[in-house]
């Protein structure tokens, strides 16, 4: 093989020398590196590969032929199917967090079978397609050596079970640790931060909390010649089947959220919100976008009117216990394209890792179609003092297309945003709203709520997206 | 959790962690793996293993009685009342 001069590996994926994704004529590729061979044909020969595949468990990949590659050691260049929109465990609710954990676990189990075993145990090759979890690195499984550990335990425990019982016992939020921790959080502080009734669970104990002491206690010891210690199968057996029945009994059920009772109380009647409803869903058929971004979407009311088939909606949310609430109702509902994610807008994800480029910013992973901006301009408005000619640009960078809805500042809901507060916001008008939003936007359509103080606008971006 | 139980419990793990290091004089395999295994890390696994594998092992005993006592027993106690 030759390599191909237009090539350009992914970053993110340079730490495994078994090989990398690149891209190439607009095309996502994985290479595998000679040195990965005999796993590959492991993987593949053994039937594991395949039954991965079958279970949804593992992306499907087709073998390329010809004359692909991006550099010399390749031995064979894959071609995955590609995820539509790809998120990272601080954008997970608790849910995603454990269904990634127990599928990474069930793929573990499935490979001891195939005497095979993970090479580890990283959050980020999982991904969600479909609604469900699935792993993305083909390349992480070796062949198992008798009597060897499970070299992605300590990876495990960091990347899936810390962060879980931090946010089932400390508190939701807890989460948002991955963007500061790239290789999960710590043992040490999840240990710190736990409640010490935490200490009492056997499993949490073992794991976290004597884990985390026993790597400050092992932390400055060399090796002493000693006879190595082999871990039986059974061991290993044991260890994946503890971890999982721990992680199942991680359980969170969100009391309320932060905006739990806003449709039950919002302040216009039922035949308002279904007139709402009619205009929008209306607006999204007349061009039937494949790809929406609803912000704000609290628990998805409208991201289900937006998901129709050939649609891959994304629901963003800054509340954990509303993209709970939706994530558990797509499951109930086996609802596929629909995605829904922890972000706060005024500080959306940015780019993480080395030189800010393993993880990609929310701005590198749209345009959107289409974007959702319902019940939303006056909380960044009044609640975050967002003038409008920023939120304008924003959005603008978001989508194609927008669905925005103005609030008028007599609207009970904006009323009581401003309560306890001196400014009243005299540049918050709907002339004003128009004036700065034309500045970016086309407006192609325009609609009062009837009965109420809102209005809903459709518009077309006058940005050019690349 | 008062000041008292709060020694109890980290000598408690202390004494825990002694024995699992005493149990596990042993250095991490010399595997060809590009992640860091961590000694603290790889002693404790082999310890928690070491009871995990036993636990497992009842676990899946235990699941092939109460399916010989489900199939076998009950099976043919229907049956027979048929």
Not at chain 1, 88 to 113: K, M, N, S, V
Request: proline share 6%; with cysteine; aromatic share 10%.
């Amino acid at each position: 093989m030759t390599l191909a001069e237009s090539s350009s590996p992914v970053p993110g994926s340079f730490r495994d020398p078994s090989g990398f994704v690149f891209a190439q004529d607009g095309e996502l590729f994985r290479q595998v590196n000679q040195s990965y061979r005999a796993h590959y044909a492991r993987l593949m020969d053994s039937g594991l590969c395949e039954e991965l595949n079958r279970a949804g468990l593992l992306i499907p990949h087709e073998e390329v032929e010809g004359d692909v590659s991006a550099s010399p050691e390749a031995y064979r260049i894959l071609r995955p199917q590609l995820i539509p929109f790809v998120s990272y465990p601080y954008e997970w609710c608790f849910g995603q967090l454990r269904d990634a954990a127990l599928a990474t676990l069930d793929i573990q189990r499935r490979a001891l079978d195939h005497g095979m075993t993970l090479k580890d145990a990283s959050a980020y090759n999982v991904q969600f397609q479909n609604g469900r979890p699935v792993f993305i690195d083909t390349l992480s499984f070796e062949t198992y050596q008798p009597g060897a550990p499970w070299v992605a335990y300590r990876q495990f425990c960091q990347h899936f079970l810390a962060p879980l019982a931090l946010m089932r016992h400390t508190d939701a939020r807890l989460g948002q640790l991955f963007r500061i921790f790239l290789d999960g959080v710590p043992l040490d502080l999840a240990s710190r931060l736990l409640p010490w009734k935490t200490r009492l669970h056997p499993w949490l104990l073992l794991h976290l909390h004597l884990h985390a002491r026993s790597q400050r206690h092992f932390a400055n010891r060399k090796a002493e010649a000693a006879p190595r210690r082999p871990m039986s199968l059974r061991g290993m057996r044991g260890l994946i089947d503890n971890l999982a029945s721990t992680i199942r009994g991680l359980r969170w059920e969100p009391k309320g959220t932060e905006w739990a009772d806003y449709y039950e109380a919002t302040n216009y009647a039922a035949d308002a919100m279904a007139h709402k409803q009619r205009i929008v869903e209306r607006w999204i058929d007349r061009i039937d976008p494949p790809t929406i971004w609803d912000l704000g979407a609290n628990t998805g009311v409208f991201s289900r009117l937006a998901a129709k088939p050939g649609r891959e909606v994304v629901a963003f949310d800054i509340d954990p216990a509303a993209v709970e609430r939706n994530y558990q109702q797509c499951v109930r509902d086996g609802q596929r394209n629909i995605l829904p994610l922890v972000l706060d807008l005024t500080n959306p994800s940015p780019g993480i890792g080395w030189s800010n480029e393993e993880r990609a910013p929310l701005a590198e992973r749209g345009p959107a179609d289409l974007t959702l901006a319902l019940a939303l301009v006056h909380h960044l408005a009044i609640s975050h003092n967002l003038p409008f000619g920023h939120i304008a640009d924003g959005l603008s960078r978001m989508g194609r297309r927008l669905i925005v809805e103005f609030v008028a500042k007599e609207d009970s809901q904006a009323q009581r945003l401003m309560a306890g507060r001196d400014y009243t916001f005299p540049n918050y008008t709907r002339q004003a709203f128009e004036a700065h939003f034309r500045e970016r936007f086309h407006i192609r359509d325009i609609a009062p709520i009837p009965g109420t103080q809102r209005i809903l606008y459709f518009m077309e971006t006058a940005r050019r997206f690349l | 959790m008062d000041a008292e139980c709060f020694m109890f419990c980290r000598k408690d793990v202390a004494f825990v962690l002694s024995v699992f290091a005493a149990v596990s004089l042993v250095i991490p395999p010399n595997a060809h793996a590009y992640l860091d295994l961590g000694t603290g890390s790889y002693i404790l696994q082999l310890a928690a293993a070491a009871v995990l594998g036993a636990l497992f092992a009842l676990k899946l005993f235990w699941a092939n009685v109460k399916s010989f006592v489900k199939v076998r027993i009950l099976g043919w106690f229907k049956r027979d009342s048929r």
